[in-house]
């Protein structure tokens, strides 16, 4: 499986709130507070566990006409790095992520 | 109001007693000169009563590390410092009793003033001008609540800020040198009653946030910030987000959504008094800036 074939969802550990145009996120595990930009944001929305990397990038390019998949890539990178984000075919049964508004 | 000794057993070597939301400690010092300096940097926390188990925070020269201090909370010691960190310690110690014991009231990193009954809520990285703009505002008639951990408690129809008035940690050089007087070591710390300055001041409406900056060409008027940046402003610094984890994110996002959030160059600190008066409207005016 390529990197673009992967599926992630959002981790458990971390709560996510929507303020006007973008979420800010919440871990658990260290109580760091991360404010993504509107586009990451989108790009979070989007990991559901169910849509490729591929996929998101696919659906933010319908949306902006902008080709953005190498930014997409380093941005999940991150967040898989970080642990925010797990991987589906690791994940097993993990707690289900929290996304809301304030 | 006592003179900063605390009557009892080692009357003779405490500072102290002091209250900070609620919660009482006292300092142990075996040295006179070092009490005399914890008994002036704590003073805007003193009180009356006699607590009957205060925490008891003790400063002594270590007997293993030569011209390092200990400092222990009961009976447990937290840090070996030099003494030229060591107030700054204490007071963290303090702080950190504070964040430990704050529920329901939740605790966000910035500093707050008050003027007629309205509290502004300055939230921003180290560095930014928190501290000197507390102190500037209130060496100019506002009431001073804290320079750096501010508690919230949501009430019907907003929000209440209760006071923390530890010390304020100034800089210098800093603006605030001239009206303290003396002459501080450029790139020295120093820990600042506010009582020195002005006016310590009680629990106060929360009537906007406000985001300061110096960096040349920011606008030194208030101009519209965005909530989610005061919000991670608003949790960054305290140890584990202070208490309450997730549920204090999700109070603080309510707060950031539901009171004005504003950028503010502070390059002029008399301009941003201006423009903060403004803000806070005149007295008796319902709310101030909606």
Known sequence: MTGDSRVYRRAGCIDAVWLVDRFVLFDDRDAVVHELNPAASRVWDLLDGAATVADVARTLSRATGVDAIGDIREFVDWLAGRGMITDVRDAGSGAPESTGSA | ?290
């Open chain 2, 1 to 290: 109001m006592n003179s900063g000794s605390s009557r009892g057993q080692n009357a003779d070597l405490l500072a102290g007693p002091y209250a900070a939301n609620g919660q009482r400690f006292v300092v142990e010092c075996p040295d006179a000169r070092l009490r005399r300096l914890v008994a002036s940097a704590f003073v805007d926390l003193l009180t009356d009563a006699q607590p009957l188990r205060p925490t008891r925070f003790r400063v002594a020269p270590s007997p293993e590390h030569p011209g390092r201090y200990e400092v222990w909370r009961d009976d447990e010691l937290c840090e070996i410092v030099t003494s030229g960190h060591l107030m700054t310690h204490l007071v963290w110690q303090v702080t950190a009793l504070v964040l430990q014991n704050c529920a329901p009231r939740t605790p966000v990193h910035a500093a707050v003033v008050a003027i007629n009954g309205r509290a502004v809520l300055v939230a921003g990285e180290s560095y930014a001008g928190k501290s000197t703009l507390a102190g500037w505002l209130t060496a100019r008639g506002w009431e001073f609540l804290t320079d750096e951990l501010a508690l919230l408690e949501e009430v019907p129809g907003g929000w209440h800020v209760h006071p923390f008035p530890r010390p304020i940690g100034l800089r210098h050089p800093s603006p605030l040198d001239a009206l303290l007087g003396g002459s501080p070591q450029h790139d020295s710390e120093s820990l600042v009653p506010a009582s020195r300055l002005g006016q310590v001041g009680n629990a106060a409406r929360l009537s906007a946030v406000v985001l300061p900056g110096r960096e040349p060409g920011l606008p030194r008027r208030l101009s519209a910030a965005h909530p989610a940046t005061a919000l991670r402003l608003l949790m960054s610094h305290l140890p584990h987000g202070g208490i309450g984890g997730r549920a204090a994110f999700r109070q603080v996002a309510r707060l950031t959504s539901s009171v004005p959030v504003f950028h503010l160059g502070v390059g002029d600190l008399d301009v941003a008094d201006a423009q903060l008066r403004a803000l806070a409207g005149p007295p008796g005016a319902p709310g101030g800036a909606r």
